[in-house]
């Protein structure tokens, strides 16, 4: 490693040999200036106050030069500081390129190897259909309401005019929830077998007049097959407010029913039962397929069943304290996946639950 000699001659002939060795070590050490460090030890080693090389050439080259000497050794020691200011900026630039050419060779990323492609989602079909049918009703003034999928016995059957033993209980075979006998029958949960408890829950809250709409899941013990599931989807309304008659029911549903299939659909109406509805209809709409010509989907017959309806009979008015001569009002109800399977032409119910990606992926 480079050393500043002593000088005894300090002819121009010697003082030049001097120069030159140094100026030639001085150049070795800036191109080994590769990063901070070392362009920092570099830096310290020639420019130090205390004892750099070039406070060295100094002490041992101008102080220690005779009289008339002096001159010459300084207008070269002056020299050799400008060289060396100028190869230590230098080096600094290059350590400074170097290493930030080494942490890009450290970061480089493969951009030849293939990326995890990761597919979009898309709303399921049932859901699909069911923000259809909530958005007709919006549209049409009624606000959405929920409630709980496990409910009393209470809110799914006694409050909506199904007396315990009543043979309309048989018509939803229904989950209850294990270990309750020690309760009273009108406290035991159960799996809710329609959404009707929420008008029920919504008439407890609300003072009429009552435009709702129930979208949601219920559950009953059925046995999986083509056309039936242990879980569906339902959306009902209820609508109470003075003076609501039969013909309210028949132009709200006929209106969503022409919103939903066009313009040229035709409902019909056709006595049923429910308990807690008085009058029941059963509604079918003309066959949006083929026109009421008879195709598929409506076997033939022109017409297709989506809807239970009715006037709210008054017994139901009674668990709400609602007067029910003053008030009169008309619900209904419809099941989703039935809308959906008719709307996409799916032949078997199950599909929408077997999370089939082949399948879900046509609705993509
Ligand atoms: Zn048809």
């Not at 079918?284 to 239970?308: A, H, N």
Request: glycine fraction near 6%.
């Amino acid at each position: 490693m480079y050393t500043v000699p002593k000088l005894e001659d300090f002819s121009p002939a010697s003082l030049e040999a001097a120069t030159a060795e140094l100026h030639g070590a001085l150049e070795a050490e800036a191109l080994a200036a590769v990063d901070t460090k070392t362009f920092e030890d570099f830096r310290n080693r020639w420019m130090s106050r205390k004892n750099g090389l070039l406070t060295q050439v100094n002490d041992l080259w101008l102080k220690a030069a005779p009289g008339p000497a002096k001159r010459d050794v300084g207008r070269i020691v002056n020299a050799i500081r400008q060289f060396v200011e100028v190869l230590v900026s230098n080096a600094e630039q290059q350590a400074s390129r170097l290493a930030l050419g080494a942490k890009l060779r450290s970061e480089t990323i493969d951009i030849s190897l293939p990326g995890i492609e990761r597919p979009l989602g898309v709303r399921h079909p049932v859901l699909r259909t069911l923000d259809e049918l909530v958005s007709v009703f919006v549209k049409m003034g009624y606000s959405i309401a929920e409630g709980p999928e496990v409910e009393s016995d209470y809110y799914n059957f006694e409050a909506l005019n199904f007396p315990p033993n009543h043979p309309a209980r048989d018509t939803q075979d229904t989950l209850f929830i294990a270990n309750q006998e020690q309760r009273a029958q009108r406290d035991r949960l159960l799996l809710r077998t329609h959404t009707s408890p929420v008008q029920i829950r919504t008439m407890e809250k609300l003072a009429p007049p009552v435009r709702v709409i129930c979208p949601g899941k219920v559950h009953r013990n059925d046995a999986p097959d083509a056309t039936h599931s242990p879980v569906f989807h339902q959306l009902e309304g209820l609508c109470v407010d003075t003076n609501i008659t039969f013909g309210d029911l028949k132009g709200t549903l006929d209106h969503a029913m022409k919103s939903l299939f066009g313009s040229e659909v035709k409902t019909s109406f056709r006595p049923s039962f429910f308990p807690f509805t008085e009058p029941s209809v059963e509604v079918s709409i003309s066959c949006p397929f083929c026109g009421g010509k008879g195709c598929r989907p409506c076997k033939q017959s022109g017409w297709i069943e989506l809807l239970g309806a009715g006037m709210v009979d008054p017994n139901v008015f009674g668990f709400v304290d609602y007067d029910p001569k003053k008030l009169s009002g008309f619900a209904f109800g419809m099941g989703v996946e039935r809308l959906t399977m008719m709307n996409y032409n799916v032949d078997d119910i199950q599909q929408f639950f077997y999370g089939d990606m082949r399948f879900l992926e046509q609705f993509a």
